[in-house]
């Protein structure tokens, strides 16, 4: 093959499955409406369930679900049918992933789910199947064609199945309420939930600060700013901090004074009054002080004012 064919292939594939989930929005009814409903009043879990493909799908929909809000985990069918229906509650609500909607897994713990109360969502590409039929309500992913070359792998169904999960996420979610910080404490370990949920307590740098008196002399800073490895020192006197001078103030008052340089005192080229930060604030604000006054250090002081440690952009962006 051409360069030029696998790139129309590339763009053929993306416009069936383009194509599919237009028509999938066009086709929306109150059905969806219903199965956001059941599951904002459930009192129990969603229990996510589908065989093969439609099984590695219902797993990304359990797992996006359950960490924007909506409590919930991915049931195998055939281990259900062999013992783990116990793990589904009368509380829970089931929604059941089958393209074709006959899937023999599927359905074979069909009639546990009615007579254990349980209300059963399914989701499927045949109106007319066993499964649709027999669910309390039904999501249609039908798509014209698959977007393989032979029609027969699962490519545009199993994006509409994905997109259809996708859509009742963020229906949920809007629905809840769910926030940023409601994200963050799912997501720990995450970027977002990391700035949202530690302070600049827990990783500003507190020892061995770049700290120097307001007389400190050209040659004394210099070496104060290379030990401190801040590209900064910090003018503290009587326990107050009086300012700043980074390596570029150093650098250009070098090229300003000239031959004066090594008679300034640090006080002299200092950016007063630098931009501080309490301990105790979000990641997330410090990261938005930074944005605001286009710096990359904050420094981090308490209540009274005292300078308790140096916060940098590098240690937000970790």
Partial sequence: MTSQEIL??????????????????????????????SILACKGKLIVTGMGKSGLVGR???ATLASTGTPSFFLHPGEAFHGDLGMISPEDVVLALSYSGETDEVLKIVPFIHSNGNKLISMTGKRESALAKNSDIHLDVGVK?????LRLAPTSSTTAQIAMGDALAVALMKAREFTSMDFAR?????????????TVENVMRSNDLPVVGADCNA???????SRGGLGLIIIVENGRVEGIVTDGDIRRAMQSRQAEFFNIKAID???????TIDVGAKLIEAEKMMTKHKVNTLLATDANGELKGVIQIYDIKL
């Fill in 145 to 149: 064609t698959e977007a393989c070359i």
């Fill in 219 to 225: 040659t004394e800073m210099i070496h104060a700013v």
């Fill in 186 to 198: 799912l997501h720990p370990g995450g970027s977002l939930g990391r700035r949202l949920l530690m």
């Fill in 60 to 62: 990304k929909i359990a």
């Fill in 269 to 275: 080229i200092a950016t007063r009054s630098p931009k």
């Fill in 8 to 37: 129309a292939l590339a763009r053929q594939t993306l416009n069936i499955e383009s194509e599919s989930l237009l028509a999938m929005a066009e086709r929306l009814d109150e059905q969806f409406v219903a199965a956001v409903e």
